[in-house]
C-alpha cells in the first residue's frame, strides 16, 4: 500500500506579469512526494525551479492547476488558514534566507511555532535544540548580521526543521556552505524524510542529488525528466548543468 502524498502538485501552471511583460514559469507540472521521500529538483537557472517551490509551499497560487498539501486543495483555504497550515505543516528554505534581521538566530527559529500558540520558553527550547542539530548553539543570541552566510543559512535550516513539519521546502539550501557543512545539511533533510517527512530540494550539485530518492529535471518550465537517484543514468547528468 503506498501512502497518501504529503505533496501532490497537479497540472500546475504559472505565468507572470500580462501582455509584453508575461513570462510563463511553469507549464502544467505534475509531482507528488509521499512521506519519506526525499525528491531533489534541478535545472538550469530560470527553469522554474523557484516558482515550483513558492506554490508547492502556497507562498504563491498556480494559474492553472491545483496543489494539495496532506490532501488539502490550497486553492480552498482562507488566507488565514493557508497560513496557518504554511507555519504546521510546511517548512521553507528560501533561497535568499528570509531571516529578520532584528531577531536574533533563536527567536528566528522560534517565531513559527510562538505564531503558532507554542509558549515562548517552550519556543525557545525547540529553536536551542534546532540550532543545536545543525551544529549551532553558540549563536543563538546573535543578529543575522553578527553571523557568517553559512551560519545565517544553517539558522534557515534550523527554522524550517523545527516542530512537526511534515513538507520540508528547500531551495538551494547549501548554496552558501562549504562541501562538508553541506553534506551534514543534506544528512539532516534525509533524517528528516527518513523520520516520514516528504522534502523538495532544489539543488545544482550533483552529490547532493544523490541524497535522493528521485530527481526531477526542468526545463523552460517544464517537467523534462524523472529518474530515481541510484539509477544509472544519473552518473552522466553532473555534465548537464
Ligand atoms: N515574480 C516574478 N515576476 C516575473 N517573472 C518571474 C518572477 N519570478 C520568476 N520569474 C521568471 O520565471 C522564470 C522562472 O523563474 P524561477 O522559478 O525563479 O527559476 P529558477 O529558480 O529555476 O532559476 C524565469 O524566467 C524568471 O525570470
Ligand atoms: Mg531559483
Known amino acids: 500500500m503506498t501512502a497518501n502524498p504529503v505533496l501532490e502538485v497537479r497540472n500546475a ?11 510563463t514559469a511553469l507549464h502544467g ?8 521521500e526525499l525528491v531533489a529538483v534541478r535545472g538550469a537557472s530560470g527553469s522554474g525551479k523557484s516558482t515550483l517551490l513558492h506554490l508547492a509551499g502556497g507562498l504563491d497560487a498556480p494559474s492553472t492547476g491545483d496543489v494539495l498539501v496532506e490532501g488539502q486543495s490550497l486553492a480552498g483555504l482562507s488566507r488565514k488558514d493557508l497560513a496557518r497550515l504554511r507555519r504546521r ?3 521553507y528554505v528560501f533561497q535568499d534566507l528570509n531571516l529578520v ?24 527550547t525547540e529553536a536551542l535544540a534546532a540550532l543545536a542539530e545543525v551544529g549551532l548553539r553558540e549563536v543563538a543570541d546573535r543578529f543575522p548580521d553578527e553571523m557568517s552566510g553559512g551560519q545565517q543559512q544553517r539558522v534557515a535550516i534550523a527554522r524550517a526543521l523545527i516542530g512537526p513539519r511534515r513538507l520540508v521546502l528547500a531551495d538551494e539550501p547549501t548554496g552558501a556552505l562549504d562541501s562538508e557543512t553541506g553534506e551534514g545539511v543534506m544528512r539532516l533533510l534525509r533524517a528528516r524524510c527518513d523520520a516520514g517527512a516528504a522534502c523538495l530540494l532544489v539543488t545544482h550539485e550533483p552529490r547532493h542529488s544523490a541524497w535522493a530518492d528521485r530527481v526531477v529535471f526542468l526545463s523552460d ?4 525528466d524523472e529518474t530515481t537517484a541510484d539509477a544509472p543514468a544519473v552518473l552522466d547528468l553532473g555534465a548537464l548543468t
Not at 501552471?13 to 513570462?23: A, H, N, P, Q, R
Not at 534581521?101 to 525557545?124: Q, W, Y
Not at 518550465?221 to 523534462?224: H, L, P, Q, Y
Open 13 to 23: 501552471g504559472k505565468v507572470y506579469g500580462v501582455d509584453e511583460t508575461l513570462v
Open 29 to 36: 507540472a505534475s509531482l507528488s512526494v509521499a512521506p519519506g
Open 89 to 91: 505543516s510546511i517548512g
Open 101 to 124: 534581521p532584528s531577531l536574533t538566530a533563536a527567536e528566528n527559529i522560534a517565531l513559527p511555532r510562538e505564531l503558532d500558540g507554542t509558549s515562548a520558553a517552550e519556543a525557545r
Open 221 to 224: 518550465g517544464a517537467i523534462v
